[in-house]
Each structure stands twice: as structure tokens, then as C-alpha cells.
């Protein structure tokens, strides 16, 4: 984003408008974290803001500031499109392709709203006139708070801001373990801590609320872990009637292939989720070191997102699914061999 980009934009926020904040489907700590940050900065200028996810998320993260006003498009279409009808700016957040927000495409592509991006996934799609996109970011947290710092504006943030930015930055780096965690990150969540971001509570509201259901689910999931060992790979799988066993609510399988990825000698994991609801296999890939699971989850499987984290999705049966996964596995040998 150029100087000349924010000052446009600061031109743009000098007064009143009504703005609509976007993040992808089925959103995590990042996307809501972020979408609520932006919204109570914009807030603080009284812009008519209001976040509209594309659909609903997990309990663990309805706690937030400012979260009962989200409103969500699958359950609440009429009212979420009266507001993208009426928006004169579109925030998207977390996401730099519209299909990412499943049935709201169409009425954000219709918009004539004027589209801003924040986001730090590869490869940008061309659909907002101003863009900060930057895939060497922990998280989209962290580059709204630099899009506060660029507007000279880091004095406004209060503690619901810096509550909300601190969730997502600490989601999508694994609690400020992964290699996209940087010294300015750190800089960033001190200045959180500072503006009134409890670090010890927001940990437990995220991380400590697990249901007995969601523990023996992950059970199953250890369970079900296998291993292939000349390609330094490990999966898992879940079953729609597994997940039906043990009372899956959304978000209970969050973190769940990470266990996978810390085995000893694992490069690359991955966990495969039915869902019936949808009629596909949800995917999401980890890996270490060099090793994209971007390029190999957009080769393969319907998705993308980062290096060393990715999602992706296909259309055929578990098992099938699981068998084109290993089959495609001896082909990025010497990758995976290192």
C-alpha cells in the first residue's frame, strides 16, 4: 500500500460512512479477530461500520468485543445484503479471492461499494481498488494494527481494539511459535499488552474451553494418525459419523492436525474431514521448513493459503480422497526427503 494509498484513505475516512468489514468463510481467530479490530477503530470515528461473516463460527471466539453485532449472511441474507447495497467501503479481510466468501460473491462482486484489502495469503486476486498484501505477516492482526500505525492513528486504540488484534495474532501464529512471528510482532502484541490486551485471559477464552466431546474426538483423531515414514508424512482422518459420535460442533477439530506436524521427523501433515453438510472433504495441510503446502494444496486440492499452511477440499469419498493424496505424495520425494 503507497503513501498516496493512505492518503486516500484517510481522505475517505474524514468523514461518516457506511463501511461493511468482510472475512472468509467459516472464519478463525484471525479473521474475526481482525474484522473486530477494524470495526471498533472505524467505530471510534462514528462510520456506520458493521462485520458481515459469510457464515458462523466457533463458540470460542464469541466472547470478543463487540461479536454480537457481527452479522452472519447464511442465517441473515435480507439484512446483510440491504448493507452491502448501501455500503460506500468494503473492508476484505483475511482472504484476497471472493470466492473465499462462498454465497456472498455475488453480492459483494455487485457491490459498487469501493474495496479495500487486508489479507497475507500468496497470490492476490484483482478485485479492490486499494491493496496492502503482504504474505511475510503473522497474521492479518498484525497488519491492521500496522494500517492503524499507518494512518498515525496507534493512539486510539483502546482495549477492545488491542483484545481483538492480540486474538488473531496469537491464533495464526500458534501462540507466537511459527516462523512468520518476528521481533515486530512481539513489538506489536507489547503494545497490545500496553493498550489493555489481558494476554492470560484472552489465552484461557481461546484455548481452555474445551468440551468433554471435543477431548474424545481427539482421541479418535490420535487414533486414526498414520504415518509414512520414507516421505516424512503423517495424516489423519475423520468420518462424518465420527465426528457425529462424539457431538462435533464447528471449531472442534481446530488445531487437531498440528499434532500430526509434531512428530518426530514429519515434514509435511495433513487431517481429511467429511462433511456431509457440504459434500466434500475438507482438507487442511502443515509442513515444515521450505516445503508449500500453498503450491501443493492449489496443484491438487481446490485451495491454498501460506507456506506452511494451507486448506484445500475435494469432491470424492474419504477414502478416495486419502488413496490421490498418498498416490500424489512420491512425486515431491525429493522435497519431502530433506
Known amino acids: 500500500m503507497t503513501t498516496a494509498d493512505i492518503l486516500d484513505i484517510k481522505s475517505l475516512l474524514s468523514s461518516p460512512k457506511n463501511i461493511v468489514i468482510i472475512p472468509h468463510k467459516n472464519p478463525d481467530g484471525d479473521a474475526i479477530g481482525s474484522t473486530l479490530g477494524l470495526y471498533h477503530y472505524l467505530k471510534h470515528y462514528k462510520h456506520n461500520a458493521l462485520v458481515i461473516a459469510p457464515n458462523d ?16 449472511f447464511e442465517s441473515q441474507r435480507s439484512e446483510s445484503e440491504k448493507h452491502l447495497k448501501n455500503a460506500d467501503l468494503i473492508f476484505t479481510l483475511d482472504f484476497n479471492a471472493l470466492h473465499r466468501i462462498g454465497d456472498m460473491e455475488t453480492s459483494v462482486e455487485e457491490s459498487e461499494a469501493l474495496k479495500i484489502m487486508i489479507d497475507h495469503h500468496q497470490q492476490p486476486d484483482d478485485y479492490a481498488k486499494y491493496v496492502y498484501s503482504d504474505v511475510n505477516m503473522s497474521s492479518t492482526c498484525e497488519m491492521v494494527y500496522n494500517f492503524i500505525e499507518m494512518l498515525n492513528d496507534t493512539k486510539v486504540i483502546d482495549a477492545s481494539i488491542a483484545t481483538c488484534l492480540y486474538v488473531g495474532i496469537m491464533t495464526d501464529t500458534g501462540s507466537f511459535r511459527f516462523p512468520a512471528t518476528t521481533s515486530r510482532t512481539h513489538q506489536v502484541i507489547g503494545h497490545l499488552i500496553d493498550k489493555g490486551a489481558n494476554n492470560s485471559e484472552i489465552h484461557n477464552s481461546i484455548y481452555d474451553t474445551n468440551s468433554y466431546g471435543r477431548l474424545q474426538l481427539l482421541g479418535r483423531a490420535l487414533q486414526n494418525l498414520k504415518v509414512i515414514p520414507e516421505l516424512q508424512t503423517a495424516y489423519i482422518s475423520l468420518s462424518q459419523e465420527e465426528l457425529d459420535t462424539f457431538n462435533f460442533k464447528k471449531g472442534d477439530t481446530e488445531g487437531f492436525v498440528n499434532y500430526a ?5 514429519i515434514i509435511l501433515a495433513a487431517i481429511f474431514i467429511e462433511s456431509k453438510q457440504d459434500q466434500i472433504i475438507k482438507i487442511s495441510l502443515r509442513s515444515k521448513g521450505e516445503f508449500s503446502v500453498n503450491e501443493f494444496s492449489r496443484n491438487h486440492f481446490n485451495g491454498g493459503g501460506h507456506t506452511n499452511a494451507a486448506g484445500g477440499r475435494s469432491d470424492s469419498s474419504l477414502s478416495e480422497t486419502i488413496d490421490e493424496f498418498i498416490s500424489i505424495l512420491p512425486k515431491y520425494k525429493s522435497e519431502l526427503a530433506l
Not at 506436524?261 to 521427523?265: C, N, P
Open 57 to 72: 463460527y466457533p463458540d470460542f471466539l464469541k466472547w470478543m468485543p463487540g461479536e454480537s453485532s457481527i452479522l452472519k
Open 261 to 265: 506436524l509434531s512428530l518426530k521427523g
